[in-house]
């Protein structure tokens, strides 16, 4: 009876995702949670990697939806797409001299492939603003099936030994960076004018829930992050910011925050409790990362313009081919790459905050319904507080999700851009600040508001 459900559900998935091709994009995202489940379940998952089965559902519907909307290359290709797959390049060029063949292939050829396909992926799927959107709903989905998991399923959440939680094969930090994402989501909805009374409604509903999931996993960084994301948030909405609801939303968050651990079962608050007051405190990770940064930095000079090779911190401080590095993805690549590695993640980097900037001048100068406003700044929220935690937290493939919120900003500008295509331009002459903006090609075209 299983297995016909299980038949019954594939054929209405791929229904489902020929006719929304983003929606493939939940499993991918998710492939780390579900994996044990799976493989408890089903003996054929202990064979076949979900992650991969994921990744090659994805690529058949970017394929599809690439070819059914008659998809513009020259909307895919762009300057931070090129220094993306030269990072891939010089990673796989640093096999040649590393000292940890094994790990740096693994994490040179997931970065080529799985991290590849998250940075993609928006682009190709985003063909109007609708299609951003359904992006948005994705990402919300997926966090609240994360909070579900997580707060449902305590008895899966085995402690490590520095006090923080593991649910199944998902690590805490990549749970709890994809609901904070979520609650990026939610909170620009909460406060931001415009917004549908049933949406703004549902946000504020679901926002405590998301966040009892996020402390349950035990993961500060993200918790820091998302309070930085959200004070970005109001300054850079402020223009579209309710000033009724901003103090309304901003106090149910703190009460929120406060029922959190009153309301929850106490099997759960009691893990809560342990997990923060631990020996594992905030100022002992704070001295072990900048132990890690440090003595990064300071060998790097070493070998300063092509770096140790791939995974070479791994050998050269732990002594052994196995997964480790610095938690920092600049200091990751200046000690294996080199400068040649850290100029060009961090021009990758500066280019995507650019693109932010740059969508959000086109919504502001052809005055953009709020929809597109909305969006825009979704987007760069939900890459800030990625970046945040690729800045303490990971490796370069560990940090998926930054890249896959790198090409929503780059979906976002090119959907932005399509509108002002669509606008028909009659008196108003385009100002020569839009002449000199990065891409547009206008230059003869009159505008009207």
């Not at 044990?36 to 519907?61: E, G, H, N, P, Q």
């Not at 920092?328 to 690549?333: D, G, P, Q, R, W």
């Not at 400068?339 to 932010?356: H, K």
Request: with cysteine; charged share 15%.
């Amino acid at each position: 009876m299983i297995y016909v459900l299980l038949i019954v559900a594939l054929i209405v998935l791929i229904i489902t995702i020929l006719k929304y091709p983003p929606v493939s994009l939940a499993f991918f995202l998710t492939a780390g949670f579900i994996k044990a489940t799976l493989m408890l379940k089903f003996s054929f998952f202990r064979v076949a990697d979900y992650t991969v089965l994921c990744a090659i559902l994805v690529l058949i519907a970017m394929a599809y939806s690439f070819a059914r909307s008659g998809g513009r290359i020259k909307d895919i290709i762009s300057i931070p797409v090129g220094m993306y797959l030269f990072l891939v390049g010089i990673l796989f060029f640093g096999l040649a001299y590393t000292s940890a063949p094994n790990y740096g292939l693994e994490k040179s050829s997931r970065f080529a492939t799985l991290t590849l396909i998250a940075f993609l992926a928006p682009v190709v799927f985003s063909n109007n603003n609708r299609d951003i959107k359904l992006l948005m709903w994705v990402v919300l989905a997926v966090g609240i099936t994360l909070t579900v998991g997580t707060i449902m399923a305590p008895q899966s959440i085995e402690p490590r030994p520095e006090g923080r939680a593991e649910f199944m094969e998902s690590s805490s930090l990549g749970t709890a960076t994809q609901i904070g994402m979520s609650l990026v989501i939610t909170f620009v909805f909460a406060v931001m004018t415009g917004t549908p009374k049933l949406l703004r409604t549902v946000s504020l509903a679901i926002m405590p829930f998301m966040m009892a999931g996020m402390i349950l996993t035990g993961s500060r960084g993200p918790f820091a992050g998302l309070i930085l994301t959200c004070l970005v948030a109001i300054f850079i909405c402020r223009r579209g910011i309710s000033k009724a609801w901003l103090p309304f939303i901003v106090g149910a968050a703190v009460v929120s925050l406060m029922v959190s651990f009153v309301k929850l079962p106490e099997r759960v608050t009691s893990r809560i409790a342990t997990l923060w007051e631990s020996g594992y405190t905030a100022k002992r990770a704070v001295g072990t990362r900048t132990e890690m940064f440090v003595w990064a930095v300071r060998r790097s000079p070493e070998r300063l313009i092509l770096g140790h090779g791939t995974g070479a911190y791994a050998v050269d401080r732990g002594g052994q081919d196995e997964r480790s590095y610095p938690h920092n993805i600049v200091i990751e690549l200046l000690y294996e790459q080199g400068l040649v590695g850290a100029i060009i993640i961090s021009l990758f980097l500066w280019l995507i905050f650019r693109r932010w900037r740059q969508a959000a001048r086109f919504v502001r100068l052809y005055e953009l319904d709020i929809g597109i406003f909305q969006a825009v700044h979704i987007a760069g929220l939900l890459f800030l507080f990625a970046f945040m935690q690729a800045l303490k937290s990971g490796d370069i493939n560990d940090n998926r999700f930054m890249f896959f919120c790198a090409g929503l900003v780059l979906a976002t500008l090119n959907c932005v851009r399509r509108s002002i295509e669509d606008i028909t331009f009659e008196n108003k002459p385009i100002t020569e600040e839009v002449h000199h903006l990065e891409g547009l090609e206008f230059q003869d075209t009159q505008v009207t508001y």
